[in-house]
């Protein structure tokens, strides 16, 4: 099979046992991916693909499920997608800046990905989102700053653009240090919601004319006359996904937070009681012709589940997301004769003003037509499976709660030049998503609930003192820092106190040209442990199976990983109180010591780094990406349930 998909080929022999066994997630990526091979368009109506809002939604769908999977098919999906638009001088096929559409802006989230990635000829996807930033930079606004939803709808501003704009200006403004413009970010939350909020209910109505010229609007107001689920669902998504880019010090951020803290209470009050869903027009349950309806359902989902799970809405509102998915399980979901899913009940298309003129009426929000697998559905039932995934039914979600893993940026303190030019640290850091870094092991680790930190500073008792699991992989030599920062007697003895209190430490080495090994071992020793002078499993080029390490049944670390794929490592000798738990041809590759009341792991290389859990680069066969999620549910396990009152 090529890269370039047959779908089929990849669910296998059996599409209806692969749809009876996979997340939901998977299987509407899978329906997806099926009924789109080639490239995103409503084809059965005959609308030709274009560079357009509703690819770049269910593309951020598509990439939740790789970041949950590590299969690296999805990536490819999602390239090659982007690919069929962006040229290599990085202009876009179709798009029109002129036209001032705010809705053209979302697709660019996905070239953001894209240019985060290890990718040759990765700089034509900078250069089209420097053409969205464009867009943005010169977008009309209404006259105290907000932007226009589209220059053809002069003064307007409408929830929807909140989710088209916002999160691609953040990710955009905070990647290439453009900090001035998180004001800027705020503010239009802020203003949308000033403008479209009733105090009675406090739902947001769809949206609001600073000029009063449309004849929807209220002549006083401003504001359109309902309230439409979907567009609340745009603004509910926005505000979760703007703030895993606003910085945590910037002094506005809580306003965000607050909005979405007044918001949701207000949307869960118009949650059908029984069937778990909302209705099309939101407050109208009970009303002639009004019905329930899939996409704001699965944003109003997306939003309470990803706002609970990352602290900004109280724990209790997930029952109100997992109320929501089982409506949407019981009320959208069909199956195909081929074992595909197919999201039912999605309003094709809700607007106000246009040709023919769109009033914002009762009515009007009930005439427009529904549309099986409507994208604008499909994207956020995607997202919303994933975040109950995450939230899990066995309660995954609870072995990290309230838990934080650390890696040291002390003892591994490397610089590259960073995209705006400034140095920045790299290799192994949690916030590097190159090839080099741990940015998907720690996405892993808070899928699992555990906060992640990094420890630039030497491990003393105070560095430690709310750290569960503390990670040192690859300390430097002075060919990757000038100046290292060797482990000292004194850090030794400080960690060593801190494992026996109830630490989980984990250390990962790498071969001997590589890795700082005498002052490493020192630690090392204190644990029964050493990293030996050997190098094995050196690979040539592409092959692969000269890195192979099987795992063998009964290791309590990787209940079901069989194979996993470490290069360059150096092995281990080991003594009490430490045990090996995975060996090859005679040579010890894991271990295990429990000190104290704490607990150490080590391995001779940092194997888990992007480069080989992404799915992109070695062989499906090899299961790093499963290794690191059980490696991590096992670590986080270790933790003492009185962690925190030991280390006083």
Known sequence: MTKRFTLLAWLGLSIAAYAQTAPWSERMAATVMATHADSIAYTKEKKDARWEYEMGVVLRGIEQVWYRTGDNRYFEYIQKNLDRYVTADGTIRTYKLEDYNIDHVTPGRG?????????????????????????????????EGGFWHKKRYPYQMWLDGLYMGEPFYAEYSLLFGESKNFDD?????????????????????????????????????????????????????????????????????????????????????????????????????????????????????????????????PAPMLSYARKGYAGMLKNFIST???????????????????????????????SEPLRQDDLKGVGPFIMA????????????????????????????????????GEPEAFHYTWDDKLHS???????????????????????????????????????????????????????????????????????????TANCEHKNFNRLAAQFGIQFLPKNRNMVQKDQFEQGQIT?????????????????????????????????DSGDVIMAVAKVGKGTVFAVGDPWLYNEYVDGRKIPARYENFKAGKELATWLLEQVPSNAAALRK
Do not use: C
């Not at 900078?126 to 930033?133: F, G, N, V």
């Not at 195909?336 to 106000?352: F, M």
């Open 185 to 313: 970010i705020v503010n239009q939350f802020v203003w949308m919601e000033q403008h479209a909020r009733d105090a009675k209910t406090g739902l947001l109505y769809h949206g609001w004319d600073e000029s009063r010229e449309q004849k929807w609007a209220n002549p006083q107001t401003g504001k359109s006359p309902n309230f439409w689920s979907r567009a609340m669902g745009w603004y509910a998504m926005a505000l979760v996904d703007v703030l895993d880019y606003i910085p945590a010090s910037h002094p506005r951020r809580g306003e965000v937070v607050a909005i979405l803290q007044r918001l949701m209470p207000a949307v869960v009050k118009y949650q059908d009681p029984k069937e778990g869903a909302w209705y099309q027009v939101t407050d109208r349950m009970g009303s002639p012709g009004n019905y329930l309806e899939a996409s704001g359902t699965a944003m109003f989902v997306y939003a309470l589940a990803k706002g609970v799970r990352l602290g900004y809405l």
């Open 111 to 143: 070239l953001l990905l894209l240019y985060q990635q290890s990718l040759p000829g990765k700089e034509k996807y900078r250069k089209a989102a420097d053409l969205l930033r464009k867009q943005l930079a010169q977008q009309p606004r209404t006259n």
């Open 551 to 583: 795992i063998p049944a009964g290791v309590p670390i990787f209940p079901s990983t069989r194979t996993v794929y470490i290069k360059e490592l150096s092995p281990l000798a080991v003594k009490a109180p430490a045990k090996a738990v995975v060996t």
């Open 385 to 420: 499976s994933v975040e109950m995934e995450i939230a899990g039914a066995a309660g995954q979600n609870a072995v990290g709660a309230g838990k934080t893993v650390a890696v040291d940026t002390y003892f591994n303190h490397e610089f590259r030049k960073g995209i705006t």
């Open 437 to 511: 870094g741990f940015w998907w092991w720690g996405n892993t680790f808070r899928d699992l609930g555990a906060k992640t930190v990094s420890v630039p500073t030497a491990p003393g008792a105070a560095a430690l003192k709310n750290v569960d699991v503390y990670i040192i992989v690859d300390p430097d030599t002075p060919k990757e820092t000038a100046q290292p920062n060797y482990i000292s007697e004194a850090d030794s003895k400080a960690i060593a106190d801190w494992v026996r209190a109830g630490g989980t430490l984990v250390l990962m080495a790498n071969d």
């Open 336 to 366: 195909d004769s081929k074992g595909l899913i197919h999201l039912e009940k999605t309003v094709s298309v809700s607007g106000l003003g246009g040709t023919p003129y769109r009033d914002g009426s009762y009515e009007y929000y009930l």
